[in-house]
C-alpha cells in the first residue's frame, strides 16, 4: 500500500470528512438559534429527562467531561441550562433545562429538522436512515 492510499483506505479520515460535510449542514441552520450542534444534542437530551448528571451527560454523549463543559458553558451563560448539586451525590451536578432553554430548544427543533431535511434531500431517506443505523451500532457496544 503506497502513502497515496492510507488517505482512500482510512476509516477515521472517512468519518472526519463525512462529519465535517454533514456539521457545516447543522451549523448553518442551527447558528440562527444560536446553539451549535454539540449544544442541540445537549438540549435534546436535557430535553427529554430531569436532573441529568453531568457524567452520565458525557458518557450518552461519547464526550469526555472537559468537551461536555466547553458545551455547557454558554449554555449556562445564557440562562438554558441550569446546574444543581445532585440530591443522590453532592459531590455531583445534575443538569435541567430552564424555562428559556425549552423555548430556545424549541426554535432549535425547528433549524435542526431544516438541517435534517438538506441533509436528506443530499444523502438520501433511506441511505441516512441506514447510516445513522450502522454509526449508532458502533457506540451502542461501549
Known sequence: ??????GIECNCFALR??????????????SAVGVTPAQFSILA????????????LAD??????????????????????EAAPSESDARAHSLNLTKEGQRIF???????????????STFGRTR?????GELFSLTAKR
Not at 500500500?1 to 492510507?6: A, I, L, Q, V, Y
Not at 467531561?65 to 441550562?81: F, N, S
Not at 424549541?106 to 436528506?120: C, N, P, R, S
Open 1 to 6: 500500500m503506497s502513502d497515496h492510499d492510507f
Open 17 to 30: 470528512q463525512a462529519a465535517r460535510f454533514a456539521t457545516q449542514i447543522y451549523e448553518r441552520h442551527l
Open 45 to 56: 437530551r436535557l430535553s427529554r429527562q430531569r436532573d441529568v448528571l453531568m457524567s452520565d
Open 60 to 81: 450518552a454523549m461519547v464526550m469526555d467531561r472537559t468537551t461536555l463543559l466547553r458545551a455547557l458553558k454558554p449554555l449556562q451563560r445564557d440562562g438554558l441550562v
Open 106 to 120: 424549541g426554535k432549535a427543533k425547528i433549524a435542526w429538522k431544516a438541517a435534517q431535511d438538506e441533509f436528506e
Open 128 to 132: 441516512s436512515k441506514a447510516l445513522r
